[in-house]
């Protein structure tokens, strides 16, 4: 078991749940994606994982906190490791396919990012914890 399975086992455990196969088949997929899926995309790298399963097993990972539901422009949604779990990183979205890519940015400018969102968060009042940034425009397949 990697270390990655050993903590999604402790989070499910401490939401009275079993890490089931189906379930481990759901956090590989997740894992090698390279993005947020969707269910229809989840499918295809589970191979014979029936849908229905696939939206059972998803909530109660979601529950646990070990997967999050991303909204884009999909209508169910699209699904990712937590962030906690994968390391920070943002989005590039594709308005044609919708396409979604995960993209690490370089901690130097995460921290200018951080620096810039933290005084425009000041100026209203607002505490900034964390921020979110999709990039949207047109993947590599589309242009
Ligand atoms: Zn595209
Ligand atoms: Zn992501
Ligand atoms: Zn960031």
């Given at each position: 078991?990697?270390?990655?399975?050993?903590?999604?086992?402790?989070?499910?455990?401490?939401?009275?749940?079993?890490?089931?196969?189906?379930?481990?088949?759901?956090?590989?997929?997740?894992?090698?994606?390279?993005?947020?899926?969707?269910?229809?995309?989840?499918?295809?790298?589970t191979?014979?994982l029936?849908?229905?399963s696939?939206?059972?097993?998803?909530?109660?990972?979601?529950?646990?906190?070990?997967?999050?539901?991303?909204?884009?422009?999909?209508?169910?949604?699209?699904?990712?490791?937590?962030?906690?779990?994968?390391?920070?990183?943002?989005?590039?979205?594709?308005?044609?396919?919708?396409?979604?890519?995960?993209?690490?940015?370089?901690?130097?400018?995460?921290?200018?990012?951080?620096?810039?969102?933290?005084?425009?968060?000041?100026?209203?009042?607002?505490?900034?914890?964390?921020?979110?940034?999709?990039?949207?425009?047109?993947?590599?397949?589309?242009?």
């Amino acid at each position: 078991m990697s270390e990655l399975d050993d903590v999604v086992l402790a989070r499910l455990v401490a939401s009275d749940q079993r890490y089931t196969p189906a379930r481990r088949a759901l956090v590989a997929a997740l894992r090698c994606a390279g993005g947020p899926v969707s269910i229809q995309e989840i499918q295809g790298l589970t191979d014979d994982l029936p849908q229905s399963s696939i939206y059972r097993n998803l909530s109660v990972l979601e529950a646990a906190g070990v997967v999050t539901r991303i909204v884009g422009n999909y209508e169910f949604g699209r699904f990712e490791l937590a962030e906690d779990l994968i390391g920070h990183h943002h989005h590039l979205l594709c308005e044609e396919c919708g396409a979604m890519l995960d993209v690490t940015v370089p901690p130097a400018i995460e921290r200018q990012l951080d620096e810039a969102l933290e005084k425009l968060a000041k100026r209203s009042g607002f505490t900034l914890h964390h921020h979110r940034l999709d990039l949207v425009g047109r993947c590599a397949q589309c242009k």
